[in-house]
Antibody
């Protein structure tokens, strides 16, 4: 069965960096685009970033452009999110999620989600 | 960016009721729309994709409709396990993916 397990969250001071990981299993990771979605405490869902199945296409929400970098290692079935220059507004539970269709870059439904890793930015 | 507006933000209902949630896109998105269910402390779960297609394993009491800018999620014969928060999401890759603000379905 599909499993997505995030790690790397924690408490970090404003301006510092953090790298999140998402270990995938139960499907052919290299065939699917992947997403990061976050949820601030008590708030709704906010899409953060997408990477295509082969890593050739990457998209970000405006608020993280230039600070966050999404990447993947298909040999390790792992997705990453490098987060730099963190601010208190980045405090959230970060989910990784799998794209619905293989090799797809035209539309994006998220059919499997991990349980999330909590990032707290605080001085 | 395409804005997604859900209404109502919350609804109180009883077991056995029919619940309807609407989602409006700020511009046409054809049928590139998904609905998710999220229970407290849990990850979201995909219910509906392409506006009206039921995700595998999702009970048939859930249904979706709409195209263009106006969409609806209907839960027929509400069950105790359906009390949760529901989100719509536009899926057009040419814009940032965006979610609606959520609709909390509460027990009356």
């Amino acid at each position: 069965q599909v499993q997505l397990v995030e790690s790397g969250g924690g408490v970090v001071q404003p301006g510092r960096s953090l790298r999140l990981s998402c270990a995938a299993s139960g499907f052919t990771f290299s065939n699917y685009g992947m997403h990061w979605v976050r949820q601030a405490p008590g708030k709704g869902l906010e899409w953060v970033a997408f990477i295509s199945y082969d890593g050739s296409n990457k998209y970000y929400t405006d608020s993280v452009k230039g600070r966050f970098t999404i990447s993947r290692d298909n040999s390790k079935n792992t997705l990453y999110l490098q987060m730099n220059s963190l601010s208190v507004e980045d405090t959230a539970l970060y989910y990784c999620a799998k794209d619905f269709a293989p090799y797809n870059t035209a539309w994006h439904y998220l059919d499997y989600w991990g349980q999330g890793t909590l990032v707290t930015v605080s001085s | 960016d395409i804005q997604m507006t859900q209404s109502p933000s919350s609804v109180s209902a009883s077991v056995g009721d029919r619940v309807t949630i609407t989602c409006r896109a700020s511009q046409g998105i054809r049928t590139w729309l998904a609905w998710y269910q999220q229970k407290p402390g849990k990850a979201p779960k995909l219910l509906i994709y392409a506006a009206s297609s039921l995700q595998s394993g999702v009970p048939s009491r859930f249904s979706g409709s709409g195209s263009g800018t106006d969409f609806t999620l209907t839960i027929n014969t509400l069950q105790p396990e359906d009390f949760a928060t529901y989100y719509c999401q536009q899926a057009n890759s040419f814009h940032p993916l965006t979610f609606g603000g959520g609709t909390k379905v509460e027990i009356k």
